[in-house]
C-alpha cells in the first residue's frame, strides 16, 4: 500500500523569505502523479502544483515549484518570496493511475511571519 | 463556473443520532470523492464514486456509513449511528474523469461535531 509522510508538522517563514516544505512516500508502483495542495483557514482545498513521475523535469507554477526526487521517494514543495497569503495548511498526496485513490499526508502548517 | 457545494456547512449531533450530507459536483464532473478529515490529519478518502457507480469504497466503514450518487450527478453521505469518532470535516470533490489525471476540485466541507 501507498504512504505519503510529511515530518514537519509546522514551519515558519519571513515574508519574501524562501521556505521549503517535505514529503517522502512509499510506494511500489513506477507511474503516479503527486501533488500539493493549499488548505487555507476556510477550509477549502485548493491545488498547488502537481508533478508526473514519468516527467524527469520538476514542475513549477509562478513562486511554487518542486524537488521531485523519484530514486529518493522525496518530493518538496519550495515556496520563494513568502506572502502573507501563502499561510495555510500544506498537504502532500499521490494519487495511484491502477486505482485512481488519492493518499493524503498529515500536513504542515505554514506561518508567514510580517 | 460553479464550484463543489456541500451543504450543511456545520452540523451538531449528539451520539447515536444519524445525519446526511449532501454535495453537488461541478457539472460534467464524472468522478466523485467523499473524504474524512480529523482535526489535525490529512483528508482519508472514503468512497469514490464513477458516475453513479463505486469505484472505491475500501475504507468506508460500512456498519454505519453509507453514500449514493443519484443519476451520477449529486450525492449523498449518511451516518447512521453516529459515533464520538466521527467528529470531522467531511469533504467532497469532483473531478472530470477518474481514468485519466483530472484536477480534483474540492467543497468547503461540512464540519461535524458529535456530542
Known amino acids: 500500500a501507498q504512504t505519503v509522510t510529511q515530518s514537519q508538522p509546522e514551519m515558519s517563514v519571513q515574508e519574501a523569505e524562501t521556505v521549503t516544505l517535505s514529503c517522502t512516500y512509499d510506494t511500489s508502483e513506477s507511474d503516479y502523479y503527486l501533488f500539493w495542495y493549499k488548505q487555507p483557514p476556510s477550509r477549502q482545498m485548493i491545488l498547488v502544483i502537481r508533478q508526473e513521475a514519468y516527467k524527469q523535469q520538476n514542475a513549477t507554477e509562478n513562486r511554487f515549484s518542486v524537488n521531485f526526487q523519484k530514486a529518493a521517494k522525496s518530493f518538496s514543495l519550495k515556496i520563494s518570496d513568502s506572502q502573507l497569503g501563502d499561510a495555510a495548511m500544506y498537504f502532500c498526496a499521490y494519487r495511484s493511475p491502477r486505482t485512481y485513490k488519492y493518499i493524503f499526508g498529515t500536513g504542515t502548517r505554514l506561518k508567514v511571519l510580517a | 463556473e460553479a464550484g463543489v457545494a456541500q451543504s450543511p456547512r456545520y452540523k451538531i449531533i449528539e451520539k447515536r443520532q444519524s445525519v446526511a450530507f449532501w454535495c453537488n459536483p461541478i457539472?460534467?464532473?464524472?468522478?466523485l470523492y467523499w473524504y474524512q478529515q480529523i482535526l489535525g490529519q490529512g483528508p482519508k478518502l472514503l468512497i469514490q464514486f464513477q458516475n453513479n457507480g463505486v469505484v472505491d469504497d475500501s475504507q468506508l466503514p460500512k456498519d454505519r456509513f453509507s453514500a449514493e450518487r443519484l443519476k451520477g450527478v449529486d450525492s449523498t453521505l449518511k451516518i447512521q449511528p453516529a459515533k464520538l469518532e466521527d467528529s470531522a470535516v467531511y469533504l467532497c470533490?469532483?473531478?472530470?474523469?477518474?481514468?485519466?489525471?483530472?484536477?480534483?476540485?474540492f467543497g468547503p466541507g461540512t464540519r461535524l461535531t458529535v456530542l
Open positions: 457539472s460534467g464532473h464524472a468522478t
Open positions: 470533490a469532483s473531478s472530470f474523469t477518474g481514468t485519466t489525471y483530472n484536477e480534483q476540485f
